[in-house]
Nanobody
Framework: EVQLVESGGGSVQVGGSLRLSCAAS????????MGWFRQAPGKERERVAI???????NYAGAVKGRFTIFKDNVETTLYLQMSAVEPEDTAMYYC????????????????WGQGTQVTVSS
C-alpha cells in the first residue's frame, strides 16, 4: 500500500521560510516521479514543483526562484523548501507520486497524501 505523509505546514509571515516534508512508503522510490501540488480555497489545484527519477526538476512560474524541491533517497522523503513566501502561497499542499512524468506535469497523479496547510500572513 502506497502511503504519502506530509508534514511541516503551519503559519509563516510574508518573506519567511518553511520546509515541507513527505514521507513515502510502499513505492519503488527510484521509479516514481514525485511532486508537490497546492490548492487554495475557491481555486483549482495547481502544480508547484516536480522532480523526476533522475533528479531533474520543474517549477511553476509563480514559485520559481523561491521554492526548491529535493528528495532524500536514503530516507525516501520528499521536501519542498519554501522561501520568500507570499500571501498567494497560502494553500493546502499535497505530495503526489506517479510513474508518468507527463501525468504529473498535467496535474494528475496516482497517489496523493492527505495534505498539509500553509498559511502566510502579513
Amino acid at each position: 500500500e502506497v502511503q504519502l505523509v506530509e508534514s511541516g505546514g503551519g503559519s509563516v509571515q510574508v518573506g519567511g521560510s518553511l520546509r515541507l516534508s513527505c514521507a513515502a512508503s510502499g513505492i519503488t522510490y527510484s521509479t516514481y516521479v514525485m511532486g508537490w501540488f497546492r490548492q487554495a480555497p475557491g481555486k483549482e489545484r495547481e502544480r508547484v514543483a516536480i522532480i523526476d527519477t533522475v533528479g531533474a526538476t520543474n517549477y511553476a512560474g509563480a514559485v520559481k526562484g523561491r521554492f526548491t524541491i529535493f528528495k532524500d533517497n536514503v530516507e525516501t522523503t520528499l521536501y519542498l523548501q519554501m522561501s520568500a513566501v507570499e500571501p498567494e502561497d497560502t494553500a493546502m499542499y499535497y505530495c503526489a507520486v506517479d510513474r508518468s512524468y507527463n501525468m504529473m506535469i498535467n496535474g494528475w497523479a496516482q497517489h496523493w497524501g492527505q495534505g498539509t496547510q500553509v498559511t502566510v500572513s502579513s
